[in-house]
């Protein structure tokens, strides 16, 4: 909007000559050669500058024509050339993987099944007995090589994980026609509070657009899937009532991604009310163990420290202490199985729905929260290493001061209960990530 600005003023510019013009008036008697003049100067500085705002005008545009837009979406591999889908040998692969081994097994896809939670909970899945298909698109927001290791731990788990896009309703049809999912773990996001000040628009693919391509499946299939998916702590925003409760509000976010999952939480809604599908939402509190994602801090932290490098640890205004429910990853599973175990079935079919059916929203938190120095020194701990600290305001980029959940919901409703606190998690987090990292050293798993 600041190229309208050269036209605004012009025309309050506009506006003088009328009371310019009197002053003229005044003058016309001394000399109406001399107001002749005037005029024409004034009204040649008048042409000067229509000229010059035009230019502008056009300047500013053909910047605005030529200015790249917002980059797309994280690269994603080239799946037609790498692992086309289809195919009499695809199909046995996911029915064999999806295939139940247990009596009272379900019949998962797990989307986002290269990604940190998704590992876990589809590993989990497989080794009571249960059917699991993982989904995953390989982007490139996090290193790949990361993503294949896991993919390659899912496969020797008997996971078969398909490379595709959550938003390729084709693909997501073809899946459930081959296996009739009665549940789907919806784990398939853009992650990560700060990166959308870099990419908004991967936000909106995956997390909205990703999230209605999915329903609009799962609503159509017969029979319907029963849905959880993951929500984020971050919905809670800006909100200073501790501990964070599902029955709070959740108008603030103080992040495009915290916007992104509130509003799939109102899709969610939607979605339940009108075609009748199950649908459990869970908030996840800053989900941290090995495998995990690289873009977290206490991942980073570990990489910096090893490495020498300089670490800047948040601090709110006035000093305030920046801290997070930090949650560990076999907690969260847990939480995640309960909901998949207590999901009601969806009461739709063809798309209509034929009565109510279950919505629900759960905080899976610690609900003990840790300051961020605090985390940083049990890493020094556990390294050995003293880090480099540097203290700097918390950056207005997506963060909040502090996260805290009230979990006795999820307590009464799943029998949830976490039993793991930071230092013991973090211990176990360090001892993968030099397995993983040192090639000498054995993996944990
Ligand atoms: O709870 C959640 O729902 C969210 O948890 C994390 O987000 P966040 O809690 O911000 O986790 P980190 O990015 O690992 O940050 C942890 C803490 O370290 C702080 N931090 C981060 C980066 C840094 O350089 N310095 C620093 O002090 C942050 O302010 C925050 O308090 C995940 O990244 C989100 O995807 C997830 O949805």
Redesign the pocket.
Known sequence: MTQLKPIVSHSHLDSIPSSAAGKFKADKSSSSTSTYIHRLRFNSSLQKLTLWSFLFLVAVLFFFLLSPPSPPPPRRKNLQSTTPWGGSDWERRVRSSARVRSKTGLSVLVTGAAGFVGTHVSIALKRRGDGVLGLDNFNTYYDVALKESRKSLLDRTGVFVVEGDINDGVLLRKLFDVVAFTHVMHLAAQ????YAMQNPNSYIHSNIAGFVSLLEVCKSVNPQPAIVWAS???VYGLNSKVPFSEKDRTDHPASL?AATKKADEAIAHAYNYIHGLSITGL?????YGPWG?P????FFFTKDILEGKE????EGPNHGT???DFTYIDDVVKGCLASLDTAKKSTGSGGKKKGAAQLRIFNLGNTKPVP?SK?LSILEKLLKVKAKRKVVS?PRNG?VQF?HANISLAYKELGYKPTTNLETGLKKFVKWYVGYYDPKKKSAW
Do not use: K, P
Request: no cysteine.
């Open positions: 992650a990560g509070v700060r984020s702590s971050s991604y908030r996840f509190f800053t989900v994602r873009d977290m801090a206490y670490i800047s640890v948040f920046v801290a997070r961020v985390l918390l963060d996260t």
